[in-house]
């Protein structure tokens, strides 16, 4: 009869002892799901940043992108629908997204100080590369037309300050200093024939070059 007793007892423990390794398997379980849950929610916090670009707010923080990189085409969605006026063109090639800024809205004749609208212009755009990592190459670009003064003997001159002149302003609205390049074109590569006073205009532009993530 004690026998009997003492078996009964051991049996007893085997079921405690399976309910615990049990119970920490849904422990371990719950963890995993929680840590899925909460790597969705990064991806909600890209959204919610890129959101807040086109507020008005504060800029979103680049480092909501950590990670995986951000799509091209994604971002060249995203600067589509950004209510910047001044773009003139946006396309995309295998260099990157290139968007193109009209040189009256930026800067006045013959100048490389940009104008009040183009300090506006380019605090808008900076929201939108202050949230995503890629390089920034800006360009500078004029027509055929030559220029000589004191300040710019040649259209080499005008176009590279003019590139520097947006690096310096997107570095004061807080993008990284090391993402940027500037290139100063004169009339080298024209988008257009220089024909007219209608085409010139359009190859005095600005073009700021979003590189693909790695390069």
């Known amino acids: 009869m004690a026998v009997q007793e003492e078996v ?6 085997e079921r405690v002892e399976w309910i615990y390794t049990y119970g920490d398997m849904v422990t ?15 991806d909600e916090q890209k959204f919610k940043a890129v959101s807040a670009s086109f507020r008005g ?6 480092f909501m992108f950590s990670g995986a990189p951000t799509p091209m085409e994604n971002i060249e969605s995203v600067l589509k629908k950004a209510d910047i006026a001044e773009v003139t063109d946006i396309t995309m090639d295998d260099r990157g997204i290139a968007v193109s800024f009209s040189d009256s809205a930026m800067f006045g004749p013959g100048s490389a100080e940009p104008t009040e609208e183009g300090i506006q212009t380019i605090e808008k755009f900076a929201r939108i590369l202050y949230a995503i990592p890629n390089r920034v190459i800006i360009e500078g670009h004029t027509d055929n037309v030559p220029i000589r003064s004191p300040a710019f003997p040649s259209n080499w001159e005008l176009s590279g300050a003019r590139a520097g002149s947006i690096a310096r302003l997107l570095e004061y609205f807080g993008i990284d200093s090391t993402r940027l390049e ?3 074109y004169g009339s080298t590569k024209p988008k257009v024939a220089n024909d007219s006073p209608e085409l010139r205009q359009l190859n005095r532009r600005i073009d700021v070059l979003i590189k693909p993530e790695g390069y």
């Open 57 to 62: 707010g504060p800029p979103a923080s680049p």
């Open 182 to 184: 500037i290139a100063g």
């Open 28 to 42: 371990l379980l719950l963890c995993f799901f929680v840590l899925l849950f909460a790597m969705s929610k990064s």
């Open 8 to 13: 009964e007892c051991e049996c007893g423990e």
